[in-house]
């Protein structure tokens, strides 16, 4: 039963629902994760690990959830990690990206003057040879 006996049940059906939103599959949440959660080697991660850290630690707070012990505190902890290092990342790619629209700009204005200066010289030797045609 959902959202039915105390605030343990609620913080599962909170995790259930933010693995529904997410795109999470049923299978894979219900299958066995291929390896062991991704604790240490968080500041080392790429965008593709995001996902996959995101549903082992979220098995591991479901199982946690779904236990007599306190083990769910340390997997709430964990996923909330997982979260927080997909929200640095993030951010971390979103000022890499601004930094790259300011240096494609520059490189665009540069590329601009280099073609105007091509052009007045286009225009140049056609007026020298013009003249010398005179």
């Not at 968080?42 to 959830?65: A, G, H, M, R, T």
């Not at 300011?102 to 204005?109: A, P, Q, T």
Request: with cysteine; aromatic share 4%; proline share 4%.
């Amino acid at each position: 039963m959902r959202g039915v006996g105390g605030p343990l049940l609620c913080i599962g059906d909170l995790l259930s629902d933010v693995a529904d939103d997410g795109g999470v599959d049923i299978e894979r949440r219900q299958s066995p994760s291929p390896s062991p959660p991704i604790a240490a080697s968080v500041d080392s991660l790429s965008p593709y690990d995001l996902q996959q850290l995101f549903q082992e630690n979220y098995d591991l707070l479901i199982d946690s959830l779904s236990g007599t012990d306190h083990s769910w505190t340390f997997s709430t902890l964990k996923l909330c990690a997982a979260l927080e290092k997909a929200d640095k990342l993030i951010l971390s790619a979103n000022s890499s990206t601004s930094l790259l629209l300011e240096k494609i700009e520059l490189l665009e204005s540069i590329l601009k003057r280099g073609d105007a200066a091509v052009i007045k010289a286009l225009e140049i030797v056609q007026a020298a040879k013009e003249a010398e045609r005179l």
